[in-house]
C-alpha cells in the first residue's frame, strides 16, 4: 500500500506513537516527583540536556500539527473543525478536573471538604483548566503546594496552535504552501537570534517560555510535513543521514541543535506512522487519558507511601493505576464523544454536500 492510500485510513502507527509518548512523559514525570531528574536514561545520555518527557511532547505535538492540518483539509467548516477538536479535547479534559478535584478534596487536602470545595483556589483550578485558556496547577492544602497536573500546561496552548493553523488556512496560506515554509525559515532564524541572544530584552522577557517556541516548530513541522505529503518519502537512508547530522550538531552546534533534533524527531515520527507497516492494531486509544491523569496519581502513590518503594516498582505501580483511569476514560468518555462527534460530522456533511466547502 503506497503513503497516500494509507493516508486516507487507520493503516498507520499513530495510536502506538502516542502511546509511547504518554509512557514516556509518565517515566519522566516519576523521576521529577522523585527529585532525581538527572538520574533519568536520557538526562544522564546527554549530561542533563534532555528528558524522556522532550521526546514525548516532540511526537505528540509533532502528530497534532499533522492530523490538526488534515482535519482542517477534510473539514467541511469551520463549525465541523472547532466541534471535532472541542469534542476530542474538553469532555475528557472536564471529568479529568472533576477527578481530580473531588478526589484530592475528599482523600488528600489538610482542608474540610466543604471549606476546599469553596476555595479560591479549588474554583480557580477547575474553571481555568476547563476553559482551554490557562491553567491553574495548585489545588490548597494538598501535595504540600506542589502543582497537582503539569501536563495540562500543554493543552491551552496546543488550542493556540489550532487557531492559528486554522487563520493560516482560512487566509488560504495552504494553497500557497512556500508562504508557510518561508514563514518556518524564518521561524528558524528567529530561533537562532533567540538563542544567540540578539534580542536582549525579548531574551530577558522570554526566557521561561523558550521551550513553547520548540513546541511551535515541531506543530509547524508537523504540518508542513502533512501539506508535502505527496512530495515526502520516508526512507532508512534519510533517516540515517539526519542521525549523523544530528550527531554532528550535538557535538559542535549545541546552541542550535534543538533545531536540528526537530528535523529528526518529526520525520522519525511520520516515519514510523506511515514509512513501516503498522506493527499493532489497538481497540483503545488510552495515550490522552494516560496523559491527563498520570501525574496527579504519581502524586497521590509517592505520599501515600510511594516513596518507599524502589523507583522501577513505583513506575510499575503508576503506570497499571494509571492504565485503569485511562482505560474509563476512553469507554466512559472519550469514546463516546469521538461518537457523537462522528454523527455530527455526518450530520453536517449531509447539509453541506450540495455548498462549497469552506
Known amino acids: 500500500m503506497d503513503y ?23 517515566i519522566s514525570h516519576c523521576f521529577h516527583i522523585r527529585g532525581i531528574r538527572n538520574l533519568e536514561p536520557l538526562a544522564r545520555l546527554t549530561s542533563g540536556s534532555y528528558l524522556l518527557s522532550y521526546i514525548g511532547l516532540a ?25 471535532k477538536r472541542f469534542l476530542r479535547i474538553w469532555p475528557a479534559l472536564f ?22 470545595l469553596i476555595h479560591p483556589q479549588t474554583l480557580k483550578y477547575f474553571f481555568v483548566n476547563i476553559s482551554l485558556l490557562h491553567t491553574s496547577l495548585i489545588l490548597p492544602g494538598s501535595f504540600n503546594g506542589q502543582r497537582v497536573n503539569i501536563p495540562l500546561w500543554t493543552i491551552p496552548f496546543e488550542v493556540q496552535l489550532y487557531f492559528l ?48 517556541f520548540i513546541w511551535c516548530l515541531y506543530f509547524l513541522a508537523g504540518a508542513l510535513l502533512y ?18 547530522v544530528c550527531f554532528f550538531a550535538f557535538r559542535f552546534l549545541r546552541p542550535y541543535f534543538d533545531i536540528f533534533l526537530c528535523f529528526l524527531l518529526s520525520y522519525s515520527t511520520l516515519f514510523v506512522a506511515y514509512g513501516i507497516p503498522k506493527l499493532v492494531q489497538l481497540n483503545a486509544d488510552l495515550s490522552y487519558g494516560i496523559y491527563l491523569y498520570a501525574y ?44 457523537f462527534k462522528n454523527r455530527s460530522q455526518k450530520k453536517i456533511s449531509g447539509i453541506l454536500s450540495a455548498s462549497p466547502r469552506f
Request: net charge positive.
Open 4 to 26: 497516500n492510500s494509507r493516508l486516507s485510513n487507520r493503516n498507520n502507527n499513530f495510536d502506538l506513537l502516542r502511546l509511547v509518548a504518554a509512557f514516556l512523559v509518565l
Open 59 to 83: 511526537i505528540f505535538f509533532t502528530i497534532s500539527g499533522f492530523l490538526i492540518c488534515k482535519s482542517l483539509v477534510e473539514s467541511y467548516s469551520v463549525k465541523s473543525f472547532l466541534l
Open 95 to 116: 471529568f479529568n478536573v472533576v477527578v481530580t478535584v473531588l478526589f484530592v478534596g475528599i482523600f488528600i487536602s489538610s482542608l474540610r471538604f466543604a471549606e476546599f
Open 165 to 212: 493553523l486554522l487563520l493560516a488556512f482560512l487566509m488560504g496560506l495552504f494553497k500557497r504552501k512556500m508562504i508557510l515554509v518561508f514563514a518556518g525559515l524564518l521561524y528558524i532564524l528567529f530561533l537562532i537570534g533567540f538563542y544567540r541572544q540578539w534580542f536582549p530584552f525579548l531574551n530577558k522577557a522570554l526566557d521561561q517560555k523558550k521551550y513553547y
Open 227 to 244: 501539506l508535502y505529503k505527496d512530495k515526502i518519502r520516508f526512507k532508512l537512508s534519510i533517516l540515517i543521514v539526519m542521525v549523523v
Open 296 to 339: 496527579p496519581i504519581q502524586l497521590v502513590v509517592e505520599h501515600s507511601g510511594g516513596k518507599n518503594l524502589t523507583l522501577p516498582v513505583y513506575i510499575i505501580l503508576v503506570a497499571l493505576i494509571t492504565i485503569v483511569f485511562a482505560f474509563a476514560s476512553w469507554f466512559l468518555i472519550e469514546k463516546k464523544a469521538l461518537s
